[in-house]
């Protein structure tokens, strides 16, 4: 027996709102500083950060990533803020994408199966790391199984150290991510949800677009998390090659949305917390838009 | 300017007190029945036995390693047992490895950095995932060169999934893992400790032994954290094979440590924390023991 899959969810969000997904990275460096002098410790300044952006960019958003690095930095309070920006979203009806990039096997796998898809770090979907083998991914799976949870593995990243290790030919054909791929796009069959995507899809970052057009084509079951939107160079017509036909996909974007204020005329020290959040909403809206007209440009040129 | 590089001060570790690594996987199920009545929270039963633990084994082991997901798996208070159990261990002027198989890149990476090499979760060395390219160990060689710390790689491992893509053969030539070992092995090399090993070394699991002959034979310079032995079904032999003269290399043992009070004559139901303790410290005796006996004979054979 299945619960509705978030999956699912995931694609219906994008029908309704567009495929921007707010990466919530939020270094308390981001955070203005007219807030950020409110606040004793970091992470209570990014905690009402958060809040001010989940509030202003929730329906303009697909849904939100949660990088835990950030939090994690930030010791027991950063984690605690962690918790509560993922319960934020998740009471407001919103999808949670937790960034963890977790890799490991058997039983510890189980512990970080229960620590990010139950508790208080509970989380729609995770992004995981493939390197150990399918193996790892197993206690995810039988989450999946019961609740319709999901995850984005690492498969074709943009990093310029991608070429080191997921950009190698195989003797057996193809490059190692490619071999990623193949092994999800079995998983995905095993059960596809009713929009056609399985629970378990892929990390891909924007690329040079006669490849991202390749693994597009190729993936057809597989959703994808698409990084590397703004801060990392990527652009409207490149996240529209890896989407399918404007959905399939979500495209995050972290620190051009969190400093988006930076940017505004006015000065800096007197940018307040709705300023800045208003700054991220528009920011998210032009990001939308701009992916939303690069798809009818690609439609219409009947690519 | 380095400071005292924490390979170093291992191999010295495991020079005076053998090549055993204390592993505090500790779920809540492996504290005795009697101590985890005691205790409200799974944290704190959890606690009070890693204190047992360390304080029994502290003199026979080589080093601790602690693996993060069981504590993430008890929220904010399983994480702050974390934190005081990688303090109290470099209280006792022990070293620590962070099992977190951390891999992400640029900004993100260095807040892993910082969360985990400074800070309340501040250990001496982590493991990380090389999925995503050498460029996702860069922060973490930032604190090396200031602090002396150092990471483990995952390279080779032991589990089923292992053959899914770490074993692919490269177009190339060699394995998946064997890339990644070059590339540690080009970093080793530009500094090694004092004892020949650099700040970097690799996950190298029990495997086949020849296979395992042949990587510590080709990585020479590549400290190795070897997972498996005990309950992953690795042998005093096999373990052997990957240290060089008994040394280059720590050798991981949990569950076989953490649960061997459930092996002895006692009903578990009567079982104290100091007789757990007791059994655990035992069983790292006997495991540092195989191992010397199985690095003698190998040496002895001229093997």
Redesign the interface.
């Known amino acids: 027996m299945y619960s509705i899959d978030k999956i699912d969810k995931l694609y219906e969000a994008v029908d309704a709102r567009g495929p921007v997904c707010v990466g919530l ?1 939020t ?1 308390e460096a981001y955070v203005p500083p007219l807030e950020r002098r409110k606040w004793a410790r970091d992470y209570q300044a990014v905690w009402a950060y958060n809040q001010a952006l989940i509030d202003a960019t929730v329906d303009v958003a697909a849904c939100f990533k949660v ?1 835990i ?2 939090y ?2 930030m ?2 309070g950063g ?2 803020t962690y ?1 509560k920006t993922l319960r934020t979203i998740r009471e407001r009806g919103r999808l949670v994408i937790a ?1 963890i ?9 189980a ?2 199966a ?3 898809f139950e ?3 509970e989380a729609d979907f995770v992004t995981l ?8 991914l197993d206690p995810w799976l039988s989450y999946t199984r019961r609740t319709g949870k999901g995850a984005f593995v ?1 498969m074709r ?1 943009s ?8 950009y ?5 054909g193809g490059r ?1 991510y490619d ?2 791929g193949d ?1 999800l796009t079995e998983l995905a069959a095993t059960r596809l949800g009713k929009h056609g995507y399985g629970a378990f899809g892929a990390v891909v970052g924007c690329t040079e677009r006669e490849e991202a057009a390749a693994i597009r084509k190729k993936r057809e079951t597989l959703f994808f998390l698409i990084p590397g939107y703004g801060a990392q160079g990527g652009a409207a017509e490149d996240a529209a090659i890896l989407l399918k036909n404007g959905n399939g996909g979500v495209v995050n974007a972290s ?1 051009s949305i969190l400093k988006a204020w930076t940017t505004e005329a006015q000065e800096a020290a007197a940018v307040t917390c709705s300023d800045a959040a208003e700054a991220a909403r528009k920011t998210v809206i032009t990001m939308r838009d701009a992916i939303r007209a690069a798809v009818t440009a690609k439609t219409g040129a009947c690519h």
Do not use: C, W
């Open positions: 990275d270094a990088q690095a950030y994690e930095a010791g027991l984690l605690d918790a960034d990039k977790r890799g490991d096997i058997a039983d510890t796998a512990q970080y229960k620590a990010h508790g208080i770090f790391s493939p390197y150990m083998g399918m193996d790892s690492l990243t990093n310029p150290g991608m070429r080191d290790f997921e190698q030919e195989l003797k057996s190692l071999a990623v092994r620190r």
